[in-house]
């Protein structure tokens, strides 16, 4: 059923009862084109572009739990790409142009919001800092804007920009095109668009293991029978060291836990993104009215998903220490989510050490906003057997060749990126 005001109307007239499932649930088959492990939007969204660009559909995704279930729905939804480095620089960009019609094109509202995202300054080396990446970007053809404190006290006027401030506030880099979007909407929205060009999506169905002939797997040993496959792509996020470890051979990935929590709603009252690398800290406003708050990673590595202490009076002292005004707020909930830290800071997409398994992990702390180029760019290896122009440079071996993508600098250390 394609959505559209007609739909809405029709269907208003039956009380919103005979809407058609938005996806199927078959039964696993014996054998497919590509299998690809992982639902998440990064899993579901290499699905549909498998089918859209490349017209692949003898596909299955398979997901251990719900569709969306993972990290997907577990992070702050923030999309930007404000990236220094090229290989980041240009792939992210794709990823936001495709964000930019993303709703059109799966005919399915992800709630996308150009609302800007605002890095602030809180000295003259993190000014420096700013306009180095802000020209880098724009020499990339992405949009930058380097802002003093003027213009960032009159952009955000809650924030707090006076010289007696715990961070002074020096002022910032601006990505206009940068936003929110809503994490649900754009797995199920990837989800209905596969389904609807032949995809099979087979939930409640664990892998627990593989049959390797040789160099290939030759089977996928799930919960739900064994199934046999052509091509395997592996999109589990935290859990690819796992999955990665019952085909036989080791990723360069820690798993951490990245913790967030919302207020209770208010009004409007911030309308950008708001972020602090100093403070390590990051704020938003989602449209039920909930202030969305998140900082660092807990530095030991975990598959838990729940939060704790630390992390959250972190944020919360964080949020008081820029936004006074918010200090009688009260919290509402809070959530932990798996990050698949890499050891650069930058994604692998791209062939494994067995010949008909591929990868796409690693993505850190930017796996939301990456999902549409992530999808895009892993259809077409999975398609092709050979990387996209965008994922080219994110290959596994590039950490034995020496090429490594390190934004931050910050060496072989997952934690610090």
Not at 171 to 177: E, H, I, P, S, T
Request: hydrophobic share 35%; with cysteine.
């Amino acid at each position: 059923m394609k959505y559209s005001i007609f739909s809405l109307a029709r269907n208003a007239l039956t009380y919103h009862e005979n809407w058609t499932q938005a996806w199927r649930s078959p039964p696993p088959r014996r054998e497919y084109d590509v299998v690809i492990i992982g639902g998440g939007g990064h899993g579901l969204a290499a699905a549909y572009y498998l089918a859209r660009n490349h017209g692949i559909t003898n596909v299955a995704v398979l997901e251990k739990g719900y569709l969306g279930g993972g990290n997907t729905g577990r992070n702050t939804t923030i999309v930007r790409s404000n990236y220094y480095l090229e290989p980041n620089a240009h792939f992210y960009e794709h990823s936001l142009k495709l964000w930019e019609g993303l709703s059109a094109d799966l005919n399915y509202n992800v709630m996308f919001s150009q609302r800007g995202v605002l890095n602030l300054a809180h000295s003259y080396a993190d000014l420096d800092t700013y306009s180095r990446r802000g020209n880098a970007m724009r020499l990339n053809g992405i949009d930058a804007e380097l802002l003093l404190r003027d213009d960032v006290e009159r952009m955000v006027p809650l924030l707090d920009c006076s010289p007696n401030a715990r961070y002074p506030v020096m002022g910032g880099l601006l990505q206009r095109r940068g936003g929110t979007a809503r994490h649900d909407a754009v797995a199920w929205g990837y989800a209905r668009g596969a389904d609807m060009r032949g995809v099979d999506l087979i939930q409640q169905c664990e892998v627990t293991g593989f049959t390797r002939n040789g160099s290939r797997i030759d089977e996928i040993h799930t919960t739900r029978g064994t199934i046999r496959a052509k091509k395997i792509g592996l999109a589990v996020a935290g859990h690819s060291g796992h999955v990665a470890a019952m085909a036989g051979f080791r990723l360069p990935i820690e798993t951490h836990v990245l913790q967030a929590l919302v207020s209770e709603p208010v009004k409007p009252v911030l309308d950008t993104v708001v972020t602090s690398g100093a403070v390590h800290f990051y704020v938003s406003q989602s449209d039920k009215g909930e202030l969305v708050l998140g900082g660092d990673l807990d530095m030991y590595n975990s598959y838990g998903q729940r939060s704790n202490l630390p992390p959250v009076e972190h944020a919360v002292q964080s949020l008081i220490a820029l936004f006074p005004c918010f200090s009688r707020l009260r919290m509402l909930r809070t959530w932990g989510g798996v990050m698949d830290m890499s050891m650069d800071g930058s994604p692998i997409i791209g062939k494994t050490p067995i010949d008909n398994l591929y990868v796409d992990c690693g993505w850190c702390y930017g796996g939301f906003k990456a999902t549409p180029a992530s999808g895009w760019c892993f259809a077409h290896t999975l398609a092709t057997g050979e990387p996209h122009a965008l994922n080219a440079a994110f290959t596994l071996d590039r950490y034995g060749l020496g090429r490594t993508i390190d934004e931050k600098g910050g060496g072989p250390y997952p934690w610090v990126h």
